[in-house]
């Protein structure tokens, strides 16, 4: 039971976190369904330092955590920045 609620919290966390990547970054021809939540968003997408700080801003603003900048290189697709987020939420 726990396990399923966890997976439900993950699953709209990493749609979130996609919308918030989608908008801020304005990618065309993905949604937030069909976003690829492992690929990697600088080797892959080439999303650069100001790109990522700004789409770590407005999710700090939209999901009320402090995410720190020591942990942005950590933050490499968009399962790690969701179960990040939730982390941070439960902390």
Excluded: H, W
């Excluded at 919290?9 to 949604?31: F, G, H, N, R, Y």
């Amino acid at each position: 039971m726990v396990k399923t609620a966890l997976n439900k919290d993950l699953k709209a966390m990493t749609l979130k976190v996609a919308q918030v990547l989608i908008s801020e970054l304005q990618l065309e021809d993905v949604t937030s369904e069909t976003f690829d939540i492992d690929l990697n968003l600088v080797d892959e997408l080439g999303i650069d330092s100001m790109e990522l700080t700004t789409v770590v801003l407005v999710l700090q603003d939209e999901c009320g955590v402090v995410i720190d900048e020591e942990d942005y290189p950590n933050l490499t697709n968009i399962r790690l920045i969701a179960e990040y987020i939730l982390k941070k939420k439960k902390a």
